[in-house]
């Protein structure tokens, strides 16, 4: 039986060895457990503050959590004797496990949204197990060639129509029976354009919305015509 819950939102300290990964969980209020999604930030991250900022606060609006966290030896958590894409592949499966293991969040309906590298990262750790999200999603990604190999989770690419990296892509959505492409017109790899982020932020939610459930009724600035 679910319990009515209030929202919730705190800082946490969690724990990779000797690693100290900070994170930063909001629940929306609702019945509990609760559909969450985890955001992984690109090697720049300091880059998609805004955007980060934008998309958490449109999903907690239609009902779904969210967990932000630094990498190992960015923003607020500490560095490991190891970095690389090793590390941050075990930071995320460590985020992720704490995330499935919280009372208050529903562990069949946890989604990975990431930036950048991140991308590329989500999706080596889900290629090694290390991470089993129900659905993700994937903005301006940089990928390898490798893409989407060995990946059965529904994946949602979302790229500017001028970022310069749509053709390789497109090529690599192409050979994946998981993934699919959603533009963002006139929008580069950043979504710094007017109105870029709210288009964005509206396919976020609307793909998580659908991919996890969410009860809550959609916002009305799904429509587009709301601002940032």
Same mark, same amino acid.
């Given at each position: 039986m679910s319990a009515v819950y209030g929202g919730h939102r705190g800082d946490f300290a969690v724990n990779r060895g000797s690693v100290m990964l900070h994170a930063r969980l909001q629940l929306p209020a609702g019945d509990a457990p609760l559909p969450c999604v985890i955001f992984l930030h690109g090697l720049g991250g300091a880059d998609q503050c805004m955007q980060t900022s934008v998309l958490s606060r449109r999903l907690l609006?239609?009902?779904v959590g969210v967990t932000l966290f630094d990498l190992s030896g960015q923003g607020a958590s500490s560095a490991g004797r190891q970095a690389g894409e090793e590390a941050?592949?075990?930071d995320l499966e460590t985020v992720f496990r704490w995330i499935a293991a919280r009372p208050d969040v529903d562990a069949d309906l946890?989604?990975?949204a990431a930036f950048a590298e991140g991308g590329e990262i989500t999706l080596r750790a889900i290629r090694h197990s290390l991470a089993r999200p129900t659905a993700v999603?994937?903005?301006?990604?940089?990928? %390898? @060639?490798c893409?989407?190999?060995?990946?059965?989770?529904?994946?949602?690419?979302i790229a500017g129509s001028e970022d310069p990296l749509l053709d390789q892509l497109r090529t690599l959505i192409s050979r994946s029976e998981c993934a699919s492409l959603a533009l963002v017109p006139g929008a580069g790899a950043l979504f710094e354009e007017p109105g870029a982020l709210r288009w964005a932020a509206a396919?976020?939610?609307?793909?998580?919305r659908r991919q996890l459930r969410?009860?809550? %009724? @959609?916002?009305?600035?799904?429509d587009l015509g709301g601002g940032d």
């Open positions: 609006e239609a009902g941050y592949m075990e946890l989604g990975i999603a994937l903005l301006s990604p940089v990928l %390898e @060639p893409g989407f190999t060995r990946i059965a989770v529904p994946t949602l690419v396919l976020t939610v609307d793909w998580y969410a009860g809550r %009724e @959609p916002p009305s600035w799904l």
